[in-house]
């Protein structure tokens, strides 16, 4: 179609120095992710996977190479202007939720609107919104302590949404959760696809890398496998179980 990619790295490395040592955690990651993608990004600890992770949201910076996202030149800006870009057009989720205990549901899903200077009527009909579109519109008032694990999730993913983000990056989203609930949260992940929203889930599990259309798998900071989800597990599973007969 000629579109630019949503996501464009280049020769990406990042390399953490302590002294005179030197970990390389990622080694010349060059990769696309087209807009309306749903891609897991899957390695083992140690793997170079959570380091890139960190790049794509603008949290980290790459030692050398380039990160394009929608465009823009993400590894050249200043912070602020990180900072803003984090805020306009990425949505986080994380494991561990990252939910404020003294605030309500509402208020939680708020709170990137309040950094991003959104009036406070606004802010309070488009949280509503977000929370809807997760199944909690009769959760609004409860703190994070009257929620089940799976609802403080759709509660974070409601926050990661509130701001229209073009990219939605979860971060091991289902790694608290029991095997139903785990069942939920894809299902509302793969929902959130079927809308058009960009989603790049990093995980080190095959039934959750499973529901992306596209697996890219990390070894040694570096991509060594990149495709259709079945084909990349399948390819993996086979690798494994040559080493581990």
Do not use: C, W
């Not at 953490?16 to 083992?44: C, Q």
Request: a neutral charge.
């Amino acid at each position: 179609m000629g579109d630019a990619p949503l996501i464009a790295l280049a020769g990406v490395t990042k390399v953490y120095r302590t002294g005179d040592h030197a970990l390389h955690a990622l080694a010349g990651v060059s990769l696309e992710v087209g807009a309306g993608e749903y891609v897991a990004i899957m390695g083992t600890s140690g793997s170079g996977k959570s380091t890139l992770m960190n790049i794509l949201g603008a949290l980290d910076r790459p030692t050398d190479g380039t990160y394009l996202l929608d465009g823009e030149p993400v590894s050249t800006m200043t912070d602020r202007r990180l900072s803003s870009l984090r805020n306009r057009k990425i949505g986080f989720v994380f494991q561990s939720f990252n939910l404020l205990p003294r605030l309500t549901a509402q208020e939680n899903v708020e709170v990137p609107l309040v950094y991003g200077g959104v009036r406070a009527a606004e802010r309070r009909a488009r949280a509503r919104r977000a929370l809807v579109e997760v199944g909690l519109e009769d959760r609004l008032s409860h703190r994070p302590s009257q929620l089940s694990g799976g609802q403080q999730q759709r509660v974070a993913i409601a926050r990661a949404l509130v701001t229209e983000p073009r990219l939605l990056l979860a971060d091991e989203p289902t790694g608290a959760l029991d095997t139903e609930t785990t069942a939920q949260i894809l299902a509302l992940l793969s929902d959130l696809h079927a809308k058009g929203l960009t989603i790049v889930v990093v995980t080190h599990e095959s039934e959750v890398a499973l529901h992306a259309a596209r697996v890219v798998l990390v070894r040694d900071g570096r991509v060594v496998d990149d495709g259709p989800s079945r084909e990349v597990l399948g390819r993996r599973a086979g690798s494994v179980s040559d080493v581990h007969p």
